[in-house]
């Protein structure tokens, strides 16, 4: 299986910061990585999907980067709605895989 | 716009059989660029995939429950089904159903491949 890790695991942070998740692969998975925020009690949310496509409908605020084993979300201007956890997932490999996830709250 | 709803028991007995039904609304099951997953989430904790299939019946399970797992679809209903047997309280989670949206390219390999409308998600727990 693929492992997939995410650092930090949380931060906090206040609004209109600048915020980056880094997400990274046991191998290489090319760019079949996406991105997801979780809020709690609700379902996951794709944000991000093929390391860098802006889901429909997502804040163009959101971005994604990286190939390869590394990769990054970035949130630009981090807003009151924000605060979730983010998850980033893998596509590569059967069994389809997800990181530890980063808890994103208020300083 | 696309809607999932999970339904089922949400207490079931240790050594007895998880069954969930996700009814889709808003679209055909039968899409040939999507396929139907179910996803777990313990309480305070990340997220596993389960498995996939297709209207057409192919399915794709996580090894680390493949021995348990069954999932089936009855397209005349636009359901999903969720089989997990011989449960543990390891098995109490939220599950959810979600659409894989996906993209191959030329070449036959996935372009695009993410779950991109979830289910509200149901909690079973299992318990005697």
Redesign the interface.
């Known amino acids: 299986d693929i492992q997939m890790t995410q650092s930090p695991s949380s931060l906090s942070v206040s609004v209109g910061d600048r915020v980056t998740i880094t997400c990274r692969a046991s191998q290489s998975i090319r760019n079949y990585l996406n991105w997801y925020q979780q809020k709690p009690g609700k379902a996951p949310n794709l944000l991000i999907y093929s390391a860098s496509g802006l889901q429909s409908g997502v804040p163009s605020r959101f971005s994604g980067s990286g190939s390869g084993t590394d990769f990054t979300l970035t949130i630009n201007s981090l807003q009151p709605e924000d605060f979730a956890t983010y998850y980033c997932q893998q596509f590569h490999s059967s069994p389809l895989t997800f990181g530890p996830g980063t808890k994103v709250d208020i300083k | 716009q696309v809607q999932l709803q999970e339904s089922g028991p949400g207490l079931v007995k240790p050594s007895q059989t998880l069954s969930l039904t996700c009814t889709v609304s808003g679209g055909s099951i039968s899409s040939d660029t999507s396929f139907w997953t179910w996803i777990r989430q313990p309480a305070g904790k990340?997220?596993?995939?389960i498995g996939r299939m297709s209207a057409s019946g192919s399915t794709?399970y996580?090894?680390?429950l493949k021995s348990r797992v069954t999932m089936s679809v009855d397209t005349s209903k636009n359901q999903v089904f969720l089989r997990l047997n011989s449960v543990t309280a390891a098995d109490t989670a939220v599950y959810?159903c979600?659409r894989i949206l996906f993209e191959k390219s030329g070449s036959g390999s996935?372009?695009?491949?993410?779950?991109?409308y979830?289910?509200?998600?149901i909690l079973v727990t299992v318990s005697s």
């Open positions: 990340g997220l596993e995939w794709n996580n090894p680390s959810y979600a996935f372009k695009n491949y993410y779950f991109d979830w289910g509200q998600g």
